[in-house]
């Protein structure tokens, strides 16, 4: 059996290094012999103060615990020397205690501050590697190459902090073909995710037992319903799926059921061709169905593309309320690789919007026939 591969790694996690020691050094020297100096030409201590302010705050929120340690030490030392050095300025011993005394109180307070932040961050940091992990088993990296296709596209959660929305997409390599899911789950938020996470999981173990996509998409269903059982107990709202389920073997034609779903595009001989498809129920909500579930076949010659999105691409606006033109702009790009095809849709239809927040998910896939078949 063919195996899928997976070609690009998971997006790394970006993360701010702290300053090198060197450069701590130099900035706090720096600033030290300016403060101290202006503090002189002055006559009064009054300039020490930015300094107990400016410095350990500063090294707290950008530094490591030993550079703020380093920052807060030579804070005090320095307003120490300077207050010792001058103690004949007529200020009472009191005064002199008191800032000495101010300046060492701000230098641990910046230091606990630090380890505080330090360790935000690494439990932070060890969240999200957790969290990227799952995504890695739960939304495969792309691109996905399989004997049938590759499959390359884009995945943009709505919110730029999540790593899974409600949009979903899965590949898996079957007896039967290479399997394709995209769907999009009604609503947004954590339960939303739940119910993505349903469908997915449901997806790679049928995907693998049913030879029939009839019976597949039934077994999707089914896990729909039962995540609304699931959640009715807890409180939930009930979720319902829209989702494409498409099978490609060796054979010229393929295989699609349309579960409510945004109909593919097909790009061939460098022509823009949208299929016309049945559209059923979404998945979760076939008790509802008047006609039973129906596959649809269509031609996919080798060499060809075809596009699968959700709604979070069709139903861009621009500034004047009007829909991204799906097929329109499809139609300038049909010469771009398959890799590159659903990058130059997203962010074409990024700035159609004129740059503004989004407000869906945005899954976009190109599924390129193998050229050998």
């Known amino acids: 059996m ?44 009054v300039w020490l103060l930015g300094l107990l ?25 320095v307003v ?7 103690h004949g300025d007529g200020r009472s011993w009191l005064d002199r205690l008191l800032m000495m005394l101010l300046t060492c109180a701000l230098g641990l307070a910046a230091v606990y501050a630090c380890h505080r932040r330090i360790r935000r961050e690494t439990e932070m940091l060890r969240l999200r590697s957790t969290a990227a992990a799952m995504q890695r088993h739960i939304l495969r990296p792309l691109p996905l190459l399989t004997d049938d296709v590759l ?29 394709v899911l995209i769907g999009d ?19 790679r173990e049928a995907a693998h037992r049913e030879p029939t ?23 939930d709202d009930e979720r319902f799926v829209t989702a494409l389920i498409v099978n490609i073997d060796a054979q010229s034609e393929v295989q699609v059921i349309n ?21 059923g129920v979404p998945l979760g909500l076939a008790e509802l169905a008047v006609e039973p579930t129906t596959v649809d076949w269509f031609a996919f010659p080798p060499g060809s593309t075809l596009l699968l999105t959700t709604d979070g691409l ?42 503004g927040s989004r407000h869906d998910d945005v899954a976009i896939l190109s599924v390129r026939r193998s050229p050998y078949r």
């Open 151 to 179: 499959v390359d596209g884009v995945y943009e959660p709505v919110q730029e902090d999540r790593l899974i929305g409600g949009d979903i997409y899965d590949v898996v390599v079957s007896p039967w073909g290479t399997r």
């Open 213 to 235: 996509l009839t019976a597949l998409v039934d077994a999707l269903d089914a896990s729909v319903v039962r995540h609304n059982s699931y959640a009715a107990q807890t409180g």
């Open 259 to 279: 579960c409510g779903h945004i109909a593919p595009q097909l790009v061939q001989d460098a022509a823009v061709i949208t299929p016309e498809l049945t559209s």
């Open 80 to 86: 120490v020397a300077t207050v010792l050095i001058r």
């Open 2 to 45: 063919p195996r899928t591969r997976s070609t690009r790694s998971a997006r790394p996690f970006e993360t701010v290094e702290a300053p090198s020691d060197g450069a701590v050094v130099i900035a706090v020297v720096s600033l030290t012999l300016l403060v101290v100096l202006l503090g002189a030409l002055s006559a009064s201590p």
């Open 185 to 203: 789950v009604q609503g947004k938020g954590l339960p939303a995710v739940g119910a993505a996470f349903a469908v997915i999981g449901a997806f």
């Open 314 to 355: 069709t139903e861009t606006r621009d500034p004047d309320g009007s829909f991204y033109p799906v097929t329109e702009r499809l139609n300038g790009r049909v010469t771009l690789s398959p890799t590159e095809l659903p990058r130059a849709l997203y962010d074409d239809a990024r700035a159609f919007a004129g740059g």
């Open 53 to 77: 302010v400016f410095l350990p705050g500063a090294a707290s929120a950008l530094c490591t615990a030993r550079q703020t340690m380093f920052v807060a030490g030579w804070t005090t030392a």
